[in-house]
């Protein structure tokens, strides 16, 4: 019999009198006088070290468990994670409208700023080249953005000169723009990164100022009756890709960072382009400049992988497209077309050459081509610009074009000529090799001049009245 009191829940040892242990169970010796047993009380440190070594080895062991059931839930919140950064990706996608708004909303007021200095040194440009050769590069923190289906119906309609152009935003120009490259073939033919191509007209479209007239959208106006002009005269079947791809480049380049003030300011008021330039073409030249400043950025560099022969090539011709929409040279260019229209040949690089220097001048002052509603606000746009023009060289005492001074023209009186003497001969020209535009082209020029001058005819009798 044991004697003696314990604790409840006290710990305890059995020994026997030589001091080995005795199990405690039911085949343990009876315990008798001469053969005591003594009861020892365990220690209580020792009792909670052992447990809480106990208590270690099994949250060790849930921990490993835990860890091993949560793959799946790891997963999850991986997943969702990734869903949650493409929606703040597409968020900040949808936030570039308004930051173009704000920015371009900076560059007028930093335009009106420098009209009203009346400094006739600078004419202000986004680019300036320093005297050590660096220069300022366009840089996008988001290169993409919003994504927009094509719908069958606009995809014909970007094939022909009555798109209305007024009808879309810029991000859905971008997406038109996007989309021409594609379905030219020009992504496979010069093997361009599609997410490159994004970043790039991203930078082409943030470089286009807020002029009037001299826009982003002006640009799109250009390069979709590019591609309208490459359907029509299913140029596919007789250019190389590359010269359809220069052709498109050019379009969406011609006039990047222009800055409201046409080519006889920047030579009469000595700007800082024109004195660069030795007032040769400087605006165009300047437009070739920042195209490239952009195209020698690596994120935007859509000829990246074509080889450094093959590049300097394009260069060379999109340069040569630029610089031809300079209207001082319509002239010598529509004679260089005249001369070989009549016995023209595709397989000869000149002719193409020659060819492509009057598309990209028809495409750039093509808009009497669309209907009426749609060119007419065109119109109006070019008049501000020309009297934002006049009214500075006023201030400054510099000549004035007749053509762009608000004392003196009129709607009609400015397109009349225009019509009649540039565009028409021009598009009749062309008409020579490609009859078939004659019907969508040519005939709405007619119609266009017949139009402005039935409204001169009807101002001269308000004026006798």
Not at 5 to 25: F, H, T
């Amino acid at each position: 019999m044991l004697m003696g009191r314990c604790r409840r829940n006290s710990a305890i040892k059995i020994v026997n009198p030589e001091g080995a242990l005795v199990s405690v169970d039911a085949t343990m010796p009876t315990n008798s006088p001469n053969f005591l047993y003594k009861v020892i009380p365990l220690s209580t440190g020792q009792s909670e070290e052992r447990e809480d070594m106990f208590q270690s080895v099994l949250s060790q062991v849930a921990e490993q468990f835990t860890r091993a059931f949560r793959i799946n839930e790891l997963k999850t919140e991986v997943t969702n994670r990734l869903v949650a950064l493409e929606k703040r990706v597409e968020m900040e996608g949808l936030k570039v409208v308004e930051i173009e708004k704000c920015k371009n909303d900076l560059r007028k007021l930093r335009d009106e700023v420098t009209s009203r200095g009346g400094s006739r040194v600078n004419c202000s440009c986004k680019y300036n080249f320093s005297d050590d050769g660096k220069k300022v590069t366009p840089r996008r923190d988001v290169p993409t953005y919003p994504k927009y289906t094509l719908s069958q119906e606009t995809i014909e309609a970007l094939k022909k000169p009555t798109f209305d152009v007024w009808h879309w935003e810029h991000n859905e120009m971008l997406s038109c723009l996007e989309f021409m490259y594609h379905d030219l073939g020009l992504v496979k033919e010069f093997n361009m990164n599609p997410i490159i191509l994004k970043r790039w007209l991203l930078a082409i479209q943030e470089n286009y100022r807020n002029n009037p007239f001299h826009n982003f959208r002006h640009s799109f106006c250009v390069s979709q009756m590019m591609y309208g002009m490459i359907q029509l005269c299913n140029l596919q079947g007789k250019m190389t890709l590359t010269d359809l791809g220069i052709l498109m480049t050019a379009a969406v380049c011609h006039d990047l960072d222009h800055p409201g003030y046409n080519n006889t300011y920047q030579i009469n008021a000595r700007t800082e382009l024109a004195v660069r330039y030795n007032d040769i073409s400087p605006l165009e030249n300047h437009h070739c400049a920042v195209a490239f400043q952009i195209l020698s950025l690596p994120e935007c560099n859509i000829f990246a992988n074509i080889d450094p022969e093959a590049f300097k090539k394009v260069r060379q011709a999109i340069i040569t497209l630029i610089l031809a929409t300079d209207m001082a040279r319509h002239g010598e260019i529509l004679d260089g077309f005249k001369q070989k229209v009549d016995h023209f040949d595709f397989a000869n690089e000149e002719h193409v050459l020659c060819l492509k220097r009057v598309l990209i001048k028809c495409c750039d002052i093509s808009n009497e081509v669309r209907p009426t509603e749609v060119a007419e606000p065109w119109v109006d746009c070019l008049l501000e610009e020309y009297f934002m023009q006049s009214d500075r060289e006023k201030s400054e005492g510099l000549p004035v074009a007749p053509f762009m001074d608000r004392d003196k023209v009129t709607k009609p009186t400015a397109q009349i000529g225009f019509i009649k003497f540039v565009l028409i001969p021009m598009f009749e020209t062309v008409m020579k090799l490609f009859p078939q535009i004659e019907e969508i082209m040519v005939q709405p020029l007619r119609d266009s001049r017949d139009h402005y001058e039935e409204l001169k005819q009807l101002e001269d009798s308000m004026t006798e009245v």
